[in-house]
Each structure stands twice: as structure tokens, then as C-alpha cells.
């Protein structure tokens, strides 16, 4: 059963929810099944459909990806482009300290988040050396269906890519062949609250540009 939400709700609402996922409640597999099946009718160039999805469940694995995003995080933390460093007005940097400190929370406990799901492409050992547009625009549009059909479901995700900084070490212990990469990796589980909404963002105008820059 989904929410009653509108396409136009359902696309401005869906948020990464980190704090408010719920740590102790199970997923079941098969809403979990349910969002892929919604995820695997998303667009691949050329019809390729390269995807693969890791659902990781078991408690040992989830931990150890938990720690190795928990280092990535803490690398990430002390470099420049950390979110919490932000320019600009007084409402951004509070905006951007209080999604600091959710990332903060989910970096300290990405391993108990019931439900991993890793998307992953087949893409050859070594990623292509130019444009890689085609290959991961051939997966990410999948994941965000799955994030939105997630949230339709009642479920939250987070989109990360922390990891990836582990890849090697996290394919090893997945299991994965070397031709298969990581893209993303969405922390999911049941959320709590109904408070959803659209998320401050600059002007439209500030960004929009017709015909030409």
C-alpha cells in the first residue's frame, strides 16, 4: 500500500532522512523487492539495463560497511569541502549546520540502519577514462525511483557515496566481481513523523539559464 501522494508531493518530499530513520524496526524483504521492481523500470542508455542491487541485510555485514563509512566520514569531516563549512547568509549556514549534524548521526551509525541497498553497474574494472555520463546515467535515475518508492511506502533512504572511498574493500567483502562498481549506497529503513516538505532552495532565476549563459 502507498501513500496518497501526488507526483508533485512525492518529488519535493522526498528527503534524505538520516536522524529519523528508524533503527529498531525490521524491513520487510518484500517492500524492499517492491521498491526495485519500481526502480528497474527507470531508463539506461541504449535499453543496456547493466544494474545490479545489493540488499544487504546481515547484521556482521552491515556493520562492517557501517565502519568503513564511518572512517570515510571522518575523513570527510576534516577536508575542506565538508558541508558544515559553508558561505553565505546566516539562514544557509543554519540550514547547512543542522544537515551537518544529521550527517554527523548517520556517519556514527550508517551500520545499524536495517536495510543496505547498493547500486551497482557492470562497467569493466577500470571506469572509463572520459565523459562518464552515459555509464552512470544509466544507473543513478534507478536509484532515485527507488528512493521515491521507498517514501511512498513509508520508507526513508539517504543518498551516499561515502563508501566509495572503500569500494575495493567493501566489493571484496560483497562478493562483487571487479567489472561491477558501486555507485550509490541508500541507508533504508521505516522513518518516523509525517513533517515532510520542500527543502529551502536559491531562486530558480539564479540558476536558470535561457537559450544561453
Not at 533503527?23 to 521498491?35: A, F, Q
Request: charged share 20%.
Amino acid at each position: 500500500m502507498t501513500l496518497p501522494l501526488t507526483p508533485d508531493e512525492l518529488l519535493t518530499t522526498t528527503r534524505s532522512v538520516r536522524k529519523r530513520l528508524d533503527l529498531d524496526r525490521p524491513v520487510p524483504i518484500e517492500l524492499i523487492r517492491e521498491c526495485l521492481e519500481v526502480a528497474v523500470q527507470a531508463p539506461t542508455g541504449g535499453n543496456s539495463q547493466g544494474w545490479h542491487w545489493l540488499v544487504v541485510t546481515d547484521e556482521a555485514v552491515r556493520a562492517q560497511i557501517g565502519e568503513y563509512y564511518r572512517q570515510s566520514f571522518d575523513l570527510y569531516k576534516n577536508s575542506p569541502s565538508y558541508t558544515g563549512r559553508v558561505s553565505g547568509s546566516a539562514e544557509r549556514k543554519a540550514v547547512q549546520g543542522r544537515v551537518a549534524t544529521s550527517a554527523e548521526w548517520l556517519g556514527d551509525r550508517m551500520g545499524q540502519v536495517p536495510v543496505h541497498v547498493i547500486a551497482c553497474i557492470t562497467a569493466g574494472a577500470e571506469l572509463p577514462a572520459g565523459n562518464q555520463a552515459g555509464l552512470w546515467g544509466s544507473l543513478l535515475p534507478a536509484a532515485w525511483s527507488f528512493q521515491l518508492a521507498a517514501r511512498a511506502r513509508g520508507l526513508g533512504s539517504a543518498w551516499t557515496t561515502l563508501h566509495l572511498r572503500y569500494e575495493k574493500e567493501i566489493a571484496e567483502l560483497l562478493g562483487l566481481p571487479p567489472e561491477v562498481r558501486q555507485g550509490v549506497l541508500l541507508p533504508t529503513a521505516f522513518y518516523t513523523g509525517e513533517t515532510f516538505k520542500p527543502a529551502p532552495r536559491e531562486p530558480l532565476d539564479d540558476v536558470l539559464h535561457l537559450d544561453r549563459w
